[in-house]
């Protein structure tokens, strides 16, 4: 296990804290099950408590700063250390990155007690502190593309922002202008790293294949949909937000098809990915029926958060989690029902409402229960793995 560089004895000296995505994994895993429990609950009026964020606030953010952050900084704090060959927080300061984060799911629900301004100061503070963290391996190593990465965790800084001003009063109408710059720039992460990623895995995964890279394509997906985006929150429609999304939808299909062979269907770890950037896709597509008023922008919204981010961000962290912890990148038929029962729930959410609009209520709960059953199952098969040594008895 990689400790910290301290001649003392680090208090945490666990497996679960040797490498970033041990301890993030596990939280993300948990409070995707607590989350949308918490949310069922107070959509249903069921449980009322007050909280620092309005209830629709409060369940946006947490998907994205809460479970969706909570991936990011697993993914980020085990990649940079392996695309820098520098060590990242481990042991002590690890633990103080996960408490942090833990810290700003806590708080809000301590509204009565706490000052609004140290609430929104903890959950602010962690992505400044987790780019910080990311960014020292980055800048003593020469893989400058890593750097994109810091950009975009500052992005995200700022977009949060946005959504504690308001809560604080300072200003109006910025949070849901944060919350949609924090979904824009969470997918443009996730494109980046497909970029990556999806290419090697494919090429890992699969003996004599070859996966078609294209550096153009690469930029040409991320510029089409950060221009989706800003013209959504630019409050643009009709033809203009419908012909952006058509271009975005067509450059990430053509991207995605250079990667894509027919044994990947073979391979779970590698459908759960391609399926994931599907959804990505089909949120691009849906823009340009939402841009006519054709579908509700809810839909869109969950194609982006449930489908693409959920689906992705589980393939993404079973895989890591196999491969960081010297464990046959094969997954067990519980993990496969897990996958499954995350598409169904986006499929429920997503696809059903839009052609059955009366059932929506249903479709809601349906898409709930999978979901749920989805999370517990990795919870319940990577917990033990994640707080476990490697199996191979190297560090971490």
Same mark, same amino acid.
């Given at each position: 296990m990689n400790k910290n560089n301290s001649n003392s004895t680090p208090v945490f000296d666990y497996p679960v804290f040797g490498l970033g995505f041990r301890p993030f994994f596990i939280l993300a895993g948990l409070f995707a099950l607590l989350?949308?429990?918490? #949310?069922?609950?107070?959509?249903? !009026?069921? +449980?009322?408590?007050?909280?620092?964020?309005?209830?629709?606030?409060?369940?946006?953010?947490? *998907?994205?700063?809460? &479970?969706? @952050?909570?991936?990011?900084?697993?993914? %980020?704090l085990t990649a940079v250390k392996n695309w820098t060959g520098h060590a990242t927080a481990s042991g002590d300061r690890l633990a103080g990155l996960c408490l942090l984060w833990l810290y700003g799911r806590i708080l809000p629900f301590y509204a009565e007690l706490l000052p609004d301004f140290l609430i929104a100061l903890t959950d602010f503070a962690f992505l400044p502190v987790l780019a910080y963290s990311v960014s020292q391996p980055i800048m003593r190593s020469d893989h400058n593309k890593s750097l994109v990465f810091i950009v975009l965790l500052a992005l995200m800084t700022a977009a949060n922002a946005l959504v504690h001003l308001e809560m604080l009063d300072i200003y109006e109408s910025t949070a849901m202008l944060g919350l949609n710059m924090l979904l824009?720039?969470?997918?443009? *992460?996730?494109?980046?790293?497909?970029? $990556?990623?999806?290419? +090697? +895995?494919?090429? $890992?995964?699969?003996? !004599?294949?070859?996966?078609? $890279?294209?550096? %153009?394509?690469?930029?040409?997906?991320?510029?089409?949909?950060?221009?989706?985006? %800003?013209?959504? *929150?630019?409050?643009?429609?009709?033809?203009?937000?419908?012909?952006?999304?058509?271009?975005?939808?067509?450059?990430?299909?053509? $991207?995605?098809?250079? #990667?894509?062979?027919?044994?990947?269907?073979?391979?779970? %770890?590698? #459908?759960?990915?391609?399926?994931? &950037?599907? #959804?990505?896709?089909?949120? +691009?597509?849906?823009? @340009?029926?939402?841009a006519y008023a054709k579908i509700s922008y809810s839909l869109v919204l969950h194609a982006f958060t449930l489908g693409g981010i959920g689906v992705l961000t589980l393939g993404m962290m079973v895989r890591v989690s196999l491969g960081h912890t010297g464990r046959v990148m094969r997954v067990s038929n519980i993990i496969v029902t897990a996958f499954v029962l995350l598409n169904l729930s986006a499929f429920v959410r997503v696809v059903l409402p839009a052609l059955l609009p009366a059932w929506y209520s249903q479709f809601v709960y349906i898409s709930t229960l999978a979901w749920l059953a989805a999370f517990a199952l990795f919870v319940f098969v990577y917990a033990p793995i994640l707080l476990a040594p490697r199996i191979d008895g190297k560090p971490d």
């Open positions: 989350l949308i429990l918490l #949310w069922n609950a107070i959509y249903k !009026g069921e +449980f009322t408590v007050q909280n620092y964020y309005a209830p629709n606030i409060w369940h946006a953010h947490e *998907m994205l700063v809460g &479970y969706s @952050v909570a991936v990011i900084a697993g993914f %980020l824009a720039i969470i997918i443009v *992460m996730i494109l980046v790293v497909a970029g $990556r990623v999806f290419p +090697f +895995f494919t090429e $890992r995964g699969l003996k !004599g294949v070859i996966a078609i $890279r294209n550096p %153009l394509l690469d930029v040409l997906s991320i510029v089409s949909a950060a221009s989706v985006f %800003l013209l959504q *929150m630019a409050g643009i429609s009709g033809h203009i937000l419908a012909v952006s999304a058509i271009a975005a939808l067509v450059v990430n299909l053509v $991207r995605i098809a250079g #990667w894509h062979v027919r044994q990947v269907w073979y391979v779970p %770890l590698l #459908w759960i990915l391609y399926i994931g &950037y599907g #959804w990505i896709i089909l949120g +691009f597509g849906l823009t @340009v029926l939402a």
